[in-house]
Every structure is written in structure tokens, then in C-alpha cells.
Antibody, heavy 119, light 108 residues
Framework: EVQLVQSRAEVREPGESLKISCDVS????????IGWVRQMPGKGLEWMGI????????RYRPSFQGQVTISVDKSLGSAYLQWRSLKASDTAMYYC????????????WGQGTLVTVSS | EIVMTQSPATLSVSPGERATLSCRAS??????LAWYQQKPGQAPRLLIY???TRATGIPARFSGSGSGTEFTLTISSLQSEDFAVYYC??????????FGQGTKLEIK
């Protein structure tokens, strides 16, 4: 059974750093692209970026380039989303998701990680 | 990037009736279009991919159609569990992929 299990909710202050994780199981981690999707409170879904675990080829949506870092640890079967300096506007639910086949639609989603940035 | 526009923003329909949701792309995405359902407090769920192929376990009352820039998700006879927010998603050749802004399907 394919599963994407994300790390727990986080509360941080503005300016702090954060790294959230997505642990996968039930399939060959290096064979599928993994992506991160943001959902701000009461809003829709936004792509942030995707990564191919086999070679760490990473694509960012332009509005997120330089704002976050997406990475993987092949040995652990985990994907990560990282911020160096959080802003209040980063408060959102973040979903990791597996892309079916060769970078297409999302077929499996993580349960989401709620990140709250507040002083 | 390709902009996906969904209409209407909110759709009020009675249980048992048909619901028709629309999604328009700012340029052709061929048939590289998926639909997701999201209920409050839950992650989205894949309903339809390739414009018209139902994902595993999705009831036959859900159907998708269209090509190019105009797409439709139809729910033939609404059940109580179908009231949710629906998103279209294009995954045409070039990154970035994009979602529509969502249509909230509510009980009339």
C-alpha cells in the first residue's frame, strides 16, 4: 500500500527556520516525482515544486524559487520542504504528493503538515 | 504559466440532482487534466485523470470530459458525501503545473 506520512504540525516565530518531512512507503521511492503543495487558510491548492528522488532533479514554481528548498534522502525514503527564514505569510497546510508515471498528475497525497508562523 | 479558471466558484445543488463543474485553461493542455475532491480537514483525493479516466474506487456517477482548453466534471446524481470542494489540475508538458481555484459544491 502506497503511503506518504508527513511530520507533525509546527509552530514557529517569524525569522525561524523549519524543515518538514514526508516519509514514503509501499513503492520504489526513486521511481516517482514527489511534489509539495501549499494551501493557505481557506484558500486553494498551489504547486510549490517537485523533485525526482533518483537524481534530485528539482523544479520550483517561480514564485517559490529561493523561498524554500526541496530535498530528499534516498536512504530514508523521505522528502523535505525547508525554510531558512519563515514569514507570517508562510502559515498554511503543506501537502506532499506523489506524481503518477513520468511527472503527471498526483495519485497519492500525504495527510498534510500545518505550519503556523506567529509571534 | 497556464492559468486554470473554474466556474462557478460555488454551486448549490440538491441531493439526487446533477452537478456540472467547469474548468478552462488559458492555453491548450490537450487531455492532461485531472480533478480532485477535497473535504474539510482532509487531503485532496484524485477523482479523474487524463480528462475522463476515473481513478481506482471512484463511483461511475463521476465523469469527466473535454479537451484543449474546456473541461467539465459531471456528477450525475449527487450523494451527501459528494458535497466538497473540487479542483481541476493541468499537467501538460511543461512545468509549472497549475490548479484551478476550486469550486465549492454545496447542498441546496
Amino acid at each position: 500500500e502506497v503511503q506518504l506520512v508527513q511530520s507533525r504540525a509546527e509552530v514557529r516565530e517569524p525569522g525561524e527556520s523549519l524543515k518538514i518531512s514526508c516519509d514514503v512507503s509501499g513503492y520504489i521511492f526513486t521511481s516517482y516525482w514527489i511534489g509539495w503543495v501549499r494551501q493557505m487558510p481557506g484558500k486553494g491548492l498551489e504547486w510549490m515544486g517537485i523533485i525526482y528522488p533518483s537524481d534530485s532533479d528539482t523544479r520550483y514554481r517561480p514564485s517559490f524559487q529561493g523561498q524554500v528548498t526541496i530535498s530528499v534522502d534516498k536512504s530514508l525514503g523521505s522528502a523535505y520542504l525547508q525554510w531558512r527564514s519563515l514569514k507570517a505569510s508562510d502559515t498554511a497546510m503543506y501537502y506532499c504528493a506523489r506524481l503518477y508515471g513520468s511527472m503527471t498528475f498526483i495519485d497519492y497525497w500525504g495527510q498534510g503538515t500545518l505550519v503556523t508562523v506567529s509571534s | 504559466e497556464i492559468v486554470m479558471t473554474q466556474s462557478p466558484a460555488t454551486l448549490s445543488v440538491s441531493p439526487g440532482e446533477r452537478a456540472t463543474l467547469s474548468c478552462r485553461a488559458s492555453q491548450s493542455v490537450s487531455t492532461n487534466l485531472a480533478w480532485y475532491q477535497q473535504k474539510p480537514g482532509q487531503a485532496p483525493r484524485l477523482l479523474i485523470y487524463g480528462t475522463s479516466t476515473r481513478a481506482t474506487g471512484i463511483p461511475a456517477r463521476f465523469s469527466g470530459s473535454g479537451s484543449g482548453t474546456e473541461f467539465t466534471l459531471t456528477i450525475s446524481s449527487l450523494q451527501s458525501e459528494d458535497f466538497a470542494v473540487y479542483y481541476c489540475h493541468q499537467y501538460n508538458d511543461n512545468w509549472p503545473y497549475t490548479f484551478g481555484q476550486g469550486t465549492k459544491l454545496e447542498i441546496k
